[in-house]
């Protein structure tokens, strides 16, 4: 599992991170993603996690859209739901995982979206 998540806490400031604990944590809820985008902006902490909970935020915007269309074709349709299901299962628990690592002080990269950068940090 460690390699598929990538810590690089180290590259940020302790006091960045000491003092943008708490905001940071907003990123992976959904819209509240705008808390630490617009209350924290010169934290590179903040920022960091606000990424992954914006690309986060859009990945399951996307896969709901998809679903939604998908899921009316015979057969492929309950396919499609469970892979839903599935996905969102995920999504809930990185969003878990990103809340625990905000509030712990850790930046950790999260697989498959690790190389999408929306908010540079």
């Not at 939604?68 to 492929?76: E, F």
């Not at 969102?88 to 712990?104: D, E, K, M, P, R």
Request: glycine letters at 6%; a neutral charge.
């Amino acid at each position: 599992m460690s390699n598929l998540f990538t810590d690089i806490t180290n590259e940020f400031d302790g006091q960045d991170i000491d003092n943008n604990k708490v905001l940071s944590l907003f990123a992976y809820l959904g819209p509240l993603v705008l808390v630490p985008i617009l209350a924290a902006k010169d934290s590179r902490f903040a920022r960091f996690h606000a990424n992954q909970g914006l690309v986060m935020l859009l990945v399951s915007i996307a896969i709901a859209i998809i679903e939604g269309i998908l899921v009316r074709i015979p057969v492929l349709g309950w396919i499609i739901y469970i892979a839903y299901i599935l996905a969102s299962i995920c999504i809930f628990a990185l969003s878990i995982y990103g809340i625990v690592n905000a509030v712990t002080g850790k930046a950790i990269k999260f697989p498959f979206i690790d190389k999408i950068n929306l908010i540079k940090y």
